[in-house]
């Protein structure tokens, strides 16, 4: 299974943080745009990674069994 980073809360807050002060700066309609599909997109690839994830514990877990 493949290794995957965890963050401590502290750093979420701090990516979070940084995250939003970088859009606060934004003048540009069009890269707020741009932004949030980053953000929509960066979010939907983590719930497919998660999903994968609990299905190969899964597949593992019944393995044993």
Same mark, same amino acid.
């Given at each position: 299974? *493949? !290794? %995957?980073?965890?963050?401590? +809360?502290?750093? !979420? #807050?701090?990516?979070?943080?940084? +995250?939003?002060?970088?859009?606060?700066?934004?003048?540009? =309609?069009?890269? %707020? #745009?741009?932004?949030?599909?980053? =953000? *929509?997109?960066? #979010?939907? *690839? /983590?719930?497919?990674?998660?999903? /994968?994830?609990? !299905?190969?514990?899964?597949?593992?877990?019944?393995? /044993?069994?």
């Amino acid at each position: 299974m *493949a !290794q %995957l980073k965890h963050y401590s +809360l502290s750093e !979420q #807050r701090f990516k979070i943080e940084s +995250l939003f002060k970088e859009i606060d700066a934004v003048e540009d =309609i069009e890269t %707020l #745009r741009s932004i949030a599909k980053e =953000i *929509a997109t960066s #979010r939907e *690839a /983590q719930k497919t990674a998660v999903c /994968q994830a609990i !299905q190969e514990i899964r597949c593992e877990i019944e393995t /044993q069994f």
